[in-house]
């Protein structure tokens, strides 16, 4: 888990879902852990976006439309963090586990 600086986060997010295969995904989390945005790979240029705090939603998206979902709801989910949480994982089943809050 690392914190990266929100300005760069897209293209952090976009280089890291090119390499990972298609089961896993990268998610976005708050610093208190209370907000994320999760993205998943289903294919190599399908991605299922779960977003989870303020709105409750989940986004069916191309390649080509992910960076534009992407800035939106990182504009709506984290509006005043400068550094967010990255997690990668492999297995969809990871998202469900209960992240300790702060």
Do not use: H, W
């Amino acid at each position: 888990m690392a914190l990266i600086n929100i300005a760069s986060l897209r293209q952090q997010v976009l280089k890291l879902l090119a390499a990972t295969p298609a089961p896993g995904g990268v998610e976005l989390l708050s610093y208190k852990r209370d907000r994320s945005i999760s993205v998943l790979c289903q294919d190599d240029a399908t991605f299922i976006v779960k977003e989870r705090g303020y709105l409750d939603q989940e986004v069916v998206s191309t390649r080509d439309g992910l960076s534009r979902l992407l800035k939106e709801m990182i504009k709506r989910e984290f509006p005043r963090s400068r550094k967010v949480r990255l997690v990668k994982f492999a297995d969809p089943a990871e998202l469900e586990r209960e992240r300790q809050r702060i």
